[in-house]
């Protein structure tokens, strides 16, 4: 055995050094070669960056491309009393898309990226791996590990480090950033009723030009039939019309920014003066406080910024920025600058001034490429409201829900039924509650104003833990980004009786939910960790644990990641049998967008061989799905094989650099295993458990002239031993068993406590879905084990 082995390894070594000779022996011309290949590498880099930036219109652009449908009736919607009016909102407009999404945002906020991942929940998750601000405690230093866990280091005496320890000194801070964390996700999702609605009602509002007769109502009915048709088409997903998208938004940006040149030629070309900022100054003087609350309109014009970085997801940053600084910011500038031209000597038509300042000969074709614009932008805003929810349920503050992968190709495409249909509700009631855009207009500037606070402040520590940026640029940072935030913030809030009370209710019904479920889970989690199971007392029940060890494997499924928990004493204290081989499994998600296939599943002996029991933890991140199918189990259970033949082998065979490497994880893992239970058992049993932090192929240990030793081949007999009696097992009958827990308010309790967690979350564990759905657990192979504990 030993000699085939080594002359395997012989004859990989002897390929290896055959392919080293025969690139020694390259002749030195082919260098030439190799730097074009180098060059023509870069040439096709540049190619590819280009395709990425037009797709990324689709994708990415089309809310804030849509804008200029209903910004100026916004602003005005009682009319233009001065023809400066014109020139001083469009000055404010040209500098507000300057330095918010051009500056802001696409040169700074969108770096701040998760690999890749955008968003307010991205954002979280980046100070949770550089600072202790998580508030479920589940991670392990071996998370740390993972090739997809990411973080800067810092000295510990730098800024950095005392903002860290500050952060992490109190529990009301870090309670405070994940309520912050909360409302910019609720507003996203305010985000995603409010877009479609006056996206569509705009783009629909159009034909009125063309059939002034119309009624309002018959505008309305169309907005709502295109909406109901947007929702009921998610199921389907993406990934089959999303080639579509980015050419409907290159035309919509290429009509607009040729509509603005014609209307600059023809009306007034005198509006480009709007470009110095002194206009600013005048309108504001000039209008007083109506100047000042038809800020709350001129912010509409930068709607669309936020889904920006929400939607970053598949495609890299310098796409992004190419795409905004080559096509959309200079075709919005011109459609702006033509529209306000057109303003300028038809001021009576503000409310159409969109579709009146189109040519006649293009009115139709402008009509149908706004109305598909239209659909494309709300369509990017409710992927990006899918995609944040994904990201709340996997960090365990929204309540479980049905998430569908709608793409082989793409991870991110996915859809949530329930959401979809409570998003189209709500849509649909704003659209026929309203029935015009300035009001929908006032609730959609109160969103994304406070989506942009949220930003900005967590962009603050961002700046501060990840960047290690100095304490002057973050103040210079924070200066600009709150001057402008907050000037628009305080004009809206003069339009919360005229509409912006809309999303405010909306964000604080979603805001309940998700705080009352993650305090549940807390309390949940606290629970498990402080009443989970000594190993002394597991010890102290033999191999048999006190019970009949019948033939099969008891997958017993936790919140812990370390420990026995406490629905196990439940069990055997209440059940005369227990299976031959338990496995405690645990599904915990990360603070990291996904977790490599190969890195997903940590696997460990608790306690001696004869005992039986194992842990699996089973890791993913907030983009990953758990997908329903019988795929999970099986890599358990060949994660578990692995494990046992990789333990094998560290016992049996003799040292060698191969086995050196082995022997630290082993180390390192029984340190992990007497911290498990937060205690270091001093019992004389054997406690020899070897064990790997993670699963690694399994490969030969053995090397050159190293043979394997007696004590070698007695483990491996004791290998094949012990995988027969697993295959055997498993083969007996799989039993998935799950705990009921269920939380009550203590007697004592405050009456807001008991409503929370009594009404609020009781209801939402009676509508969510069940985790036997969610692990596809077969009915006939469910055990339930109910427990009842009051906090």
């Not at 039939?225 to 993406?238: A, D, E, K, P, R």
């Not at 005198?270 to 000039?286: D, G, N, Q, T, W």
């Not at 004590?711 to 068993?737: K, N, Q, Y």
Request: with cysteine; glycine share 8%; proline share 3%.
């Amino acid at each position: 055995m030993a000699s085939g082995m080594e002359s395997d390894e012989g004859g990989e070594t002897k390929g290896s050094m055959w392919v080293l000779e025969q690139k020694l022996d390259q002749p030195m011309d082919e260098e030439a070669g190799r730097l074009k290949n180098m060059y023509r590498e870069k040439k096709f880099s540049a190619i590819l960056l280009l395709r990425l930036a037009f797709q990324s219109l689709g994708v990415v652009y089309g809310d804030l491309g849509t804008s200029p449908l209903y910004v100026f009736y916004n602003t005005f919607p009682h009319g233009i009393d001065d023809p400066e009016d014109v020139i001083g909102a469009l000055s404010l407009i040209i500098y507000s898309l300057t330095l918010i999404p051009l500056l802001k945002y696409v040169f700074i906020v969108c770096r701040a990226n998760d690999n890749g991942q955008g968003g307010t929940f991205a954002l979280y998750s980046l100070l949770c791996r550089h600072a202790k601000v998580k508030t479920i405690p589940n991670q392990h230093r071996t998370d740390e590990e993972l090739t997809t866990y990411s973080r800067t280091t810092f000295h510990e005496h730098s800024f950095a480090a005392k903002t860290k320890k500050w952060l992490e000194a109190d529990a009301f801070r870090r309670n405070s950033l994940l309520m912050l964390v909360l409302i910019g996700t609720c507003m996203v999702i305010g985000d995603g009723i409010l877009t479609p609605a006056i996206s569509v009602l705009s783009a629909s509002g159009g034909i009125k030009v063309d059939h002034p007769k119309m009624s309002n109502d018959v505008v309305v009915l169309m907005a709502v039939f295109i909406l109901v048709g947007l929702f009921s088409m998610q199921h389907y997903g993406t990934d089959k019309v999303g080639w579509l998208f980015a050419p409907i938004v290159l035309i919509w940006f290429i009509m607009i920014g040729g509509i603005g040149i014609f209307n600059i030629y023809k009306y007034d070309s005198s509006v480009l003066k709007a470009f110095s900022p002194l206009y600013i100054y005048r309108y504001l003087k000039r209008g007083k406080k109506k100047g000042w609350t038809s800020l709350g309109g001129i912010m509409l014009s930068i709607t669309g910024t936020e889904a920006l970085f929400a939607d970053l997801a598949h495609f890299p940053v310098s796409a992004i920025q190419l795409a905004f600084t080559v096509v959309v910011f200079p075709c919005l500038l011109l459609a702006y600058s033509g529209q306000a031209a057109y303003l300028m000597e038809n001021r009576d038509h503000v409310q159409d001034a969109f579709y009146r300042s189109i040519p006649d000969k293009v009115y139709w074709p402008v009509f149908i490429i706004a109305t598909l614009a239209a659909i494309v932008a709300s369509q990017a805003t409710i992927s990006a409201t899918f995609s944040i929810i994904k990201q709340a349920l996997a960090l365990g503050c929204f309540p479980r829900v049905k998430v569908v992968h709608t793409s082989k190709k793409f991870l991110g495409q996915i859809y949530i039924p329930d959401i979809n249909w409570i998003l189209m509700g709500l849509c649909i009631a704003v659209t026929a509650g309203f029935r015009n855009q300035s009001q929908i207009g006032n609730a959609y500037g109160t969103a994304v104003v406070i989506v942009m606070l949220v930003t900005t402040l967590l962009m603050i520590l961002i700046m501060l833990l990840v960047w290690h940026c100095h304490w002057i640029l973050v103040l210079l940072f924070t200066f600009f980004s709150l001057l402008v935030e907050c000037t628009y913030f305080s004009a809206v809030l003069f339009k919360v009786d005229q509409g912006g009370w809309v999303p405010l209710v909306i964000a604080a019904a979603f805001l309940v939910i998700m705080y009352v479920w993650h305090y549940g889970t807390v309390k949940r989690y606290e629970f498990e960790m402080h009443s989970k199971v000594s190993m002394a007392w597991i010890l102290g029940l033999g191999p048999s644990l006190g019970l009949v060890r019948v033939p099969g494997i008891g997958l017993v499924y936790t919140e812990l990641a370390s420990g026995v928990p406490h629905i196990f004493s439940h069990f055997v204290t209440n059940l005369p049998a227990i299976h031959s081989v338990v496995v405690f499994v645990c599904v915990k998600y990360l603070p990291v967008y996904t977790v490599p296939e190969e890195e997903r599943f940590l696997v460990k002996r608790i306690g001696p061989k004869s005992f039986h029991m194992f842990r699996c933890v089973a890791r993913f991140g907030y983009k990953d799905l758990h997908k329903k199918d019988d795929e999970f189990e099986k890599k358990l259970f060949d994660n578990l094989f692995m494990f046992v033949r990789l333990e094998s082998m560290m016992e049996g065979c003799s040292d060698s650099d191969e086995y050196s490497l082995y022997g630290q994880q082993t180390q390192r893992s029984r340190e992990y295993l007497l911290k498990d239970n937060g205690e270091t058992s001093t019992s004389n049993l054997d406690l020899t458990v070897s064990s790997v932090d993670s699963i690694v192929p399994a490969r030969s240990p053995v090397h050159g002239n190293n043979t394997m030793t007696s004590s070698g081949r007695e483990s491996s007999h004791t290998e094949v031993d012990e995988l027969e009696f697993l295959s055997g097992c498993r083969d007996a009958g799989v039993v998935h068993i799950l705990g009921n827990t269920v939380v009550r308010a203590r007697r004592e309790s405050r009456i807001y406590k008991k409503i929370a967690i009594d009404y609020i979350y009781a209801f939402l564990r009676k509508i969510c879905r069940e985790n036997s759905v969610i692990f596809n657990v077969p009915h006939e192979s469910l055990l339930n084990v109910g427990q009842v504990f009051f906090v």
